[in-house]
T-cell receptor, first 114, second 111 residues
Framework: SAVISQKPSRDICQRGTSLTIQCQVD?????MFWYRQQPGQSLTLIAT?????????ESGFVIDKFPISRPNLTFSTLTVSNMSPEDSSIYLC???????????FGQGTRLTVV | GIQVEQSPPDLILQEGANSTLRCNFS?????LQWFHQNPWGQLINLFY???GTKQNGRLSATTVATERYSLLYISSSQTTDSGVYFC?????????????FGKGTHLIIQP
């Protein structure tokens, strides 16, 4: 399985600011995803990060709030923009091979907005 | 979209007990995974099991895809088994390429 590194592992941010989370994989992967886990809740898919093109967002998530980049097959970033306390969550990067293959997760970024 | 229901939502057991966690899903899938989320938030892969039965030490899992459910068995529970267990699926009919998660089973193993 791929080794997935997320940075930062945690952060405390002021409301109104933005935070960019990085996800680095030690090998080329077909698919990369970003998930959000709100406190005490399950995981929700934010978007699929597409290499060299705009990410595919799920219902309830928009590019202006969560811009995503994926410049190559091993790296992606998620930005949480204009943050509010409601954005306090764990954000997780996930990778897999072709659709339907086993998915693996990074250790997550624990974000607190004050 | 596809619905995933996990039961029970909470489970408290004594060390050494056995447990069965259930995952029901509403449509056909081509991926089903079980995860354990530890107290630090890390998701640990337990099983990739879209169908059939697998075993790994004290843990085993069975997915009956035609009846749209999966079971995770934990035998001889240890305190380190505590945490949240998630079932996640990928709908085979298209749509999002990422997983849909159930709400999880919160397991507490008491010494």
């Amino acid at each position: 399985s791929a080794v997935i590194s997320q940075k930062p592992s945690r952060d405390i941010c002021q409301r109104g600011t933005s935070l960019t989370i990085q996800c680095q994989v030690d090998s080329q992967v077909t698919m990369m995803f970003w998930y959000r886990q709100q406190p005490g809740q399950s995981l929700t898919l934010i978007a699929t990060a597409n290499q060299g093109s705009e990410a595919t967002y799920e219902s309830g998530f928009v590019i202006d709030k969560f811009p995503i980049s994926r410049p190559n097959l091993t790296f992606s970033t998620l930005t949480v923009s204009n943050m509010s306390p409601e954005d306090s969550s764990i954000y997780l990067c996930s990778v897999s091979g072709p659709r339907g293959t086993e998915a693996f997760f990074g250790q997550g970024t624990r974000l607190t907005v004050v | 979209g596809i619905q995933v229901e996990q039961s029970p939502p909470d489970l408290i057991l004594q060390e050494g007990a056995n447990s069965t966690l259930r995952c029901n899903f509403s449509d056909s899938v081509n991926n089903l995974q079980w995860f354990h989320q530890n107290p630090w938030g890390q998701l640990i892969n337990l099983f990739y099991i879209p169908s059939g039965t697998k075993q790994n030490g004290r843990l085993s899992a069975t997915t009956v895809a035609t009846e749209r459910y999966s079971l995770l068995y934990i035998s001889s529970s240890q305190t380190t088994d505590s945490g949240v267990y998630f079932c996640a699926v990928l709908y085979s009919g298209g749509g999002a390429d990422g997983l849909t998660f159930g709400k999880g089973t919160h397991l507490i193993i008491q010494p």
